[in-house]
């Protein structure tokens, strides 16, 4: 089975853009959960997606938003992008009879 | 509030010998635990698991303990090998009503194993 996979691996935007990263799930998973991961503060749940709806949130500004489509895939949105937003953008997809996550390789943000 | 810990930043041992992780937990409703190894610039990849009804699980070279009266787990892998060298996270989740999947993550602990 191919793993997960996420789109872009890297980006750079300026501040107050918005951004759209994408991910894959392992075929056959059907929760896909998002995590940031700086150096200060580790990593950090952002939400869950299961069959298109939100199941669980972290504790994150509005600014990140989320969706999961019908095939699985998600996408998150973080828009007026600051500074401190730069992290490496992580995915993570589980079965339905499973509590254990595979994470994609990622997308590195970087604001400037 | 850091609920999941790990204490030690780092960790080097000799190849061949046994590594011990260990990580540590504060909130009583975490009741599934996990281990992730990471590179640099990649995702992490999962190692080893272990329910809190059992106190043992063993993958290979993998074993993890947890005592869950000490709110305590540990990564033991014997033998190390170099291609062990890499950053080692706890995380830790809690059956509660909506999801089982948020992870809380520790910081982390470098392991290097010298050959």
Known sequence: KAGVTQTPRYLIKTRGQQVTLS???????????????????GL?????????????????????????FSNSRSEMNVSTLELGDSALYLCASSSDNSREQYFGPGTRLTVT | DQQVKQNSPSLSVQEGRISILNCDYTNS??????WYKKYPAE??????????????????????????????????????????????FCAASANSGGSNYKLTFGKGTLLTVNP
């Not at chain 1, 950090?44 to 999961?68: I, V």
């Not at chain 2, 409703?29 to 996990?34: I, K």
């Not at chain 2, 070279?61 to 033991?76: D, I, P």
Request: charged residues 20%; glycine residues 8%; aromatic residues 16%.
């Open chain 1, 23 to 41: 991910c894959s799930p392992i075929s056959g998973h059907r929760s896909v959960s998002w995590y940031q991961q700086t150096p200060g503060q």
């Open chain 1, 44 to 68: 950090q749940f952002l939400f869950e997606y299961f069959s298109e709806t939100q199941r669980n949130k972290g504790n994150f500004p509005g600014r990140f938003s989320g969706r999961q």
């Open chain 2, 29 to 34: 409703m975490f009741d599934y635990f996990l």
């Open chain 2, 43 to 88: 995702g992490p990849t999962f190692l080893i698991s272990i329910s809190s009804i059992k106190d043992k699980n063993e993958d290979g070279r993998f074993t993890v303990f947890l005592n869950k009266s000490a709110k305590h787990l540990s990564l033991h892998i014997v033998p190390s090998q170099p291609g062990d060298s890499a950053v080692y």
